[in-house]
């Protein structure tokens, strides 16, 4: 009815620089109190094909642009997300379940960097020349923007993962049209707004909402894109590469994650503690980083355990808008079922709950009752051949398990399908080198974690996916390179 849908924010498509309504919509809710609040776009074909001609006709303007115009504009873009920080972190964390205090300390502000650290990066790239003195040539080679870019991204880290994509997709020339997550919405719809004010030209960046199945396909398939960068799960980037392979399209995948920490006996466990607290729950464990294997020294393994879960125990959970909550509310009421049943399984083969899930009781406000919430949970006594060793679970849960040797560690954290981020903790110099270069792992973080240079290359081993992208990486990816030979 008029009446209900008033109260609803209501999402639309952004093409050619014009907010346009969609004829059907879908149910978006807020995790933490399990309402619908929002109605977002349910795009298909047309909608695509709007917004991929809007883009494709502005690309000769767009990419004839030098890289210092376009740098001026994504830096005015900063600014204006970065001005309206507060509005953006609020709604990130209403749409997304995601703590208040996480949107406003990691997803917004690393929003807002993406777009200064392309608008500098996209300054300073240089290209090659050979000379061949002998036959009277030069060689160089010449880069230039590859068109109209896809761009899909998750539900996790809505607004930083949808700008990790358009702000090096932008800053070398093409066009793009992006699909966020149609879970979590509105903070791109509403950066959407500030593109005309920061002197993005019209149809340079279009947005179009809609589920995967239908909006997310017809832009895998769309003739005019050659270009897709997805971050999501395994399984969409194979219908992805599946989809897309007729028109053998340029495809970045970043992709899911079973990542360990190894915890050797001689690590400082006053800092990798609280560290590995941090990697397994932060976001809800809703990271693609987030460990969810922790390998500890036998020597150790005792004295870890009492320390971790005594810890984990201390994370509060619930409203998402609290400032003093650690741990907000999952993605969705299907989600928390799936990670639910993890910690059931793991149960039923024998595996200890030390902390958490069925073990302690979760007190949550009144407004929060039927919010999709869940405790920090902890799981030993667990084989690696468990599903909850193998599989990705994208929650609050973690395995902590023992081992004896640095032969041994290594193998195990290798037994893997994955292969994305990876944490080694020891006090040994030459340990922690070694162990690094053997992990199967596209980053690892050695007595830290998430602590990330842009400049250099990010993406995932074996299925956590193909591609890198970082300041060359991405260059690299959203430019057409060509070899040019000059004779004299
Ligand atoms: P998902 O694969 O279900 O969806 C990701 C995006 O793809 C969404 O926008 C979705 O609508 C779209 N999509 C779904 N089916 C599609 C199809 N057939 N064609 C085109 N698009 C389609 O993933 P999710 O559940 O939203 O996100 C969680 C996953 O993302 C986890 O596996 C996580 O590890 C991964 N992730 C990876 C990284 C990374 O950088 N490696 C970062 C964050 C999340």
Request: net charge neutral.
């Amino acid at each position: 009815t008029m009446a209900h849908s008033k109260t609803l924010l209501v999402l639309e498509n952004f093409i050619g620089g014009k907010f346009v309504p969609c004829s059907s919509y879908i149910d978006s809710y807020n995790p933490s109190t399990g309402d619908i609040y929002c109605r977002v776009p349910d795009s298909g074909k047309e909608e695509v094909e709007a917004a991929v001609k809007a883009a494709k006709d502005v690309f000769p303007i767009w990419s004839s642009k030098s890289p210092l115009e376009r740098s001026q504009i994504l830096n005015k873009l900063a600014d204006l997300i970065e001005h309206d920080l507060e509005a953006f972190a609020q709604a990130e964390s209403k749409d997304q379940g995601k703590t208040i205090t996480f949107a406003r300390t990691v997803d917004i502000p690393r929003a807002v960097y993406n777009f200064r650290f392309f608008a500098s990066s996209i300054l300073h790239h240089t290209t090659e020349c050979t000379e061949m003195a002998t036959m009277g040539c030069v060689h160089y080679t010449s880069r230039t923007p590859v068109g109209v870019a896809g761009l899909i991204s998750p539900w996790n880290l809505p607004l930083y993962l949808l700008t990790w994509k358009i702000a090096p997709a932008i800053a070398c020339g093409n066009t793009v049209v992006a699909k966020p997550s149609e879970m979590t919405s509105v903070t791109a719809w509403m950066m959407c707004k500030l593109l005309e004010k920061a002197g993005v030209p019209h149809g340079v960046v279009n947005v179009v909402f809609g589920t995967g199945a239908k909006a997310g396909e017809a832009l895998v398939c769309h003739p005019d894109v050659p270009l897709i960068s997805f971050t999501g799960s395994t399984l969409t980037a194979q219908r992805i590469t599946e989809k897309s392979a007729p028109h053998c399209k340029r495809l970045s995948l970043e992709l899911g994650g079973k990542n360990p920490a190894i915890i050797f006996d001689d690590a400082d466990l006053t800092q990798c503690i609280p560290m590995t607290l941090r990697s397994s729950f932060a976001n809800q464990g809703e990271i693609c980083l987030c460990t969810s294997r922790i390998f500890v020294q036998r020597g150790i393994y005792s004295e870890f355990v009492k320390r971790f879960v005594a810890e984990a125990k201390k994370w509060k959970v619930g409203n998402p808008s609290d400032p003093t909550v650690d741990v907000g509310a999952l993605i969705s009421k299907e989600h928390l079922e799936k990670v639910r049943s993890y910690v059931k399984k793991a149960q039923a083969e024998g595996a200890r709950v030390l902390c958490g899930e069925g073990v302690d009781s979760l007190a949550l406000p009144a407004g929060n009752q039927k919010g999709y919430f869940m405790l920090p949970t902890v799981i030993t006594e667990v084989k690696d051949e468990s599903c909850c060793m193998q599989e990705e679970i994208f929650g609050p849960v973690t395995c902590v398990v023992a081992f004896d040797t640095e032969e041994e560690v290594i193998a195990r954290a290798n037994s893997v399908k994955y292969g994305l981020a990876a944490t080694v903790w020891s006090s040994n110099v030459g340990r922690v080198h070694r162990v690094a270069q053997r992990l199967q792992s596209g980053l690892v973080w050695t007595n830290c974690w998430l602590v990330r240079d842009l400049n250099l290359p990010f993406g995932g081993m074996k299925a956590s996916g193909i591609g890198r992208e970082g300041a060359k990486d991405s260059y690299e990816f959203f430019t057409e390179v060509k070899t040019i030979t000059i004779k004299h």
